[in-house]
C-alpha cells in the first residue's frame, strides 16, 4: 500500500461498479477517498479497498445541495460517477444526470477546488432519441459552464466482475435455449471497469488534459452479436441467439419497464439504435485511453476470470479441456 500522501478525493457514486474500482486506484496511490453516497451504510464494502481510516463513506444525494456542498468540505479533487440506466421515482435523469453535475461543480467551485473528473458516457448528444443520452449530454455542458477545466471522460459499455451485462447474459444462457438479441448488429467498444478507474486516477493525478471530453473504449469494436457469441464460447454453451426487431422490443419495452429494476425500457431500447463506439475524432486527438498511456485490455483476457462460473460445471471447468 502506498504510503498516505494527505490529499483528499470525494467520490460521488463510489460505492457502485465503477466506483470500487476507482475508490482502489485511488487509494493505492497514497489519497484519502471520501465516498459521497446516498446510503452509506450500504458502503461500507469499500473501506477494506485501503488502509485503516484511509476511505469513508459519508451522505450525500444530488438532489439536496447542502448534502452537495458538505462532501466536498476540504476536499483536493472531485469525481463525478453518478449515474443511472433507468428512472425510478425521483431518481430521474434530469435530475442525475443533467442538474446533478452542475450542483457538484459549483460545490466544487465553491471551494475553490479547481481539479474535477466527472463521467459521462459516450452517446451524450443534445440530440440523442434518448433521453439517457440528452441527460448526459445536459450534464457535460453544466460541468464545463461551471468547471471549464474539468476533465470529462466518456466510456463505452464497462465488463468486469460485476458488470450487468454479460453477466446478466451469462445467467440466462444457464437457464434458457434462447437469447434475444435486440438490434444484433449495434456496434459496442467494450472497455475494462479497471481501465477506466486507472483514467479516472490519472485524470485527478494531473495527468489528462484539462478542458477536455476522453472517449474510452476497448482495443475491439464488436457487435452485439459478436459479443454474445464470445460471451457463450466462454461460457462453453451453445445457444440460439434470436434477433429481436426494434418495434417488438419496444413494446416489450412498454411493460418490462414497469417491473421492479426494470429488465428493459423503451429508452434503452432506443440507445440499443446507436453505436457506441470512440469517435474517429477523439481518436485522432489523443483523447482516448491510449492517450493517457493506458494499453486497453481484451474481452478474451478478461471474460474467462469471472464467467466461468456460468459453466455447466461452474468455476471448475477451469481445469477442464476445452469441448
Known amino acids: 500500500m502506498t504510503a498516505l500522501n494527505g490529499k ?13 474500482h476507482v475508490v482502489r486506484a485511488l487509494a493505492r496511490r497514497g489519497y484519502r477517498v471520501r465516498v459521497a453516497v446516498r446510503r452509506p451504510d ?32 476540504g476536499a483536493d479533487a472531485v469525481v463525478n460517477l453518478v449515474g443511472i440506466l433507468h428512472e425510478a421515482g425521483s431518481q430521474s435523469f434530469d435530475a442525475v444526470q443533467a442538474f446533478g453535475p452542475r450542483a457538484i461543480a459549483e460545490a466544487a467551485r465553491a471551494e475553490g ?66 437469447l434475444p438479441l435486440i438490434g444484433g448488429e449495434t456496434k459496442f467498444q467494450p472497455v475494462f471497469v479497471g481501465d477506466v ?16 471530453i476522453y472517449e474510452l473504449g476497448g482495443p475491439e469494436v464488436k457487435s452485439f452479436r459478436a459479443c454474445m457469441e464470445l460471451m457463450l464460447q466462454v461460457i462453453r454453451r451453445k445457444r ?29 431500447v ?26 486497453p485490455r481484451t474481452l478474451a483476457a478478461i471474460l474467462p476470470t469471472y464467467l466461468d462460473r456460468f459453466r455447466e460445471h461452474g468455476q471448475y471447468d477451469a481445469h477442464r479441456e476445452e469441448p
Open 113 to 178: 477546488i479547481d481539479r474535477v473528473v466527472h463521467i459521462s458516457a459516450i452517446g451524450a448528444d443534445p440530440e440523442s432519441p434518448s433521453a439517457y443520452g440528452r441527460s448526459k449530454a445536459a450534464g457535460e455542458v453544466g460541468m464545463f459552464e461551471v468547471q471549464p477545466q474539468a476533465v470529462i471522460l466518456r466510456p463505452s459499455i464497462l465488463f468486469g466482475p460485476e458488470d450487468d451485462f454479460f453477466n446478466r447474459f451469462a445467467a440466462m444462457a444457464r437457464l434458457s435455449p434462447v
Open 240 to 268: 440460439l441467439l434470436l434477433p429481436i426487431p426494434f418495434g417488438v422490443a419496444r413494446l416489450q419495452a412498454y411493460l418490462l419497464q414497469l417491473l421492479p429494476g426494470a429488465p428493459l425500457t423503451v429508452d434503452q
Open 8 to 20: 483528499l478525493v470525494t467520490v460521488f457514486g463510489g460505492s457502485g461498479f465503477l466506483g470500487r
Open 197 to 212: 478507474a486507472e483514467a479516472v486516477a490519472r485524470a485527478v493525478e494531473g495527468e489528462a488534459r484539462t478542458g477536455a
Open 270 to 295: 432506443e440507445l440499443l439504435k446507436i453505436d457506441n463506439v470512440v469517435d474517429e475524432v477523439a481518436a485522432e486527438d489523443g483523447r482516448t485511453l491510449q492517450g493517457l498511456g493506458i494499453e
Open 42 to 73: 450500504l458502503a461500507e464494502h469499500v473501506q477494506p479497498l485501503g488502509a485503516v481510516g484511509q476511505i469513508m463513506p459519508v451522505q450525500a444525494n444530488l438532489r439536496h445541495r447542502w448534502s452537495v456542498d458538505r462532501a466536498v468540505l
